[in-house]
Every structure is written in C-alpha cells, then in structure tokens.
C-alpha cells in the first residue's frame, strides 16, 4: 500500500530516514560517510533547512528537519 503524501507546510516537522536494503551497509567507509555528510551540509545550507537532530550507523540514517 502506498504512503500517504507528506504534509508540506511552513514549519512542519519532518522525519527523513534512509535504510540499506536487507540492512546492508549504505557507506562503503569513512571516507564515503563524510563526503555524504558534506554534500548533505551543503544542501542544508542552500536551502536554509533546519537540521535538529541526527543519528547515522552503518546500515542508517536519520534526520529530523523542519
């Protein structure tokens, strides 16, 4: 069954998560989590978003944005 649309609204709270599938690893190493982290960084601070939380392993991550 489909996801309902996410509400889309001026200060509206989102929880954004991306899982490796059957729990694989989604970085390959360091160097690939940072260059993530980077490019996530950048994206952030294009768009004015603001980051409250996150939380990033191996097989996930997960940001809260508003």
């Known amino acids: 069954m489909p996801r309902k649309s996410r509400i889309d609204a001026p200060g509206a709270m989102h929880h954004i998560i991306a899982r490796g ?39 996930t991550t997960i940001k809260i944005t508003d």
Do not use: H, M
């Open 21 to 59: 599938i059957e729990r694989c690893k989604i970085f390959r190493d360091d160097a690939d989590c940072n260059n993530f982290l980077d490019r996530l960084g950048v994206i952030i601070d294009d768009t004015g978003t603001v980051s409250s939380d996150n939380y990033i392993s191996p097989v």
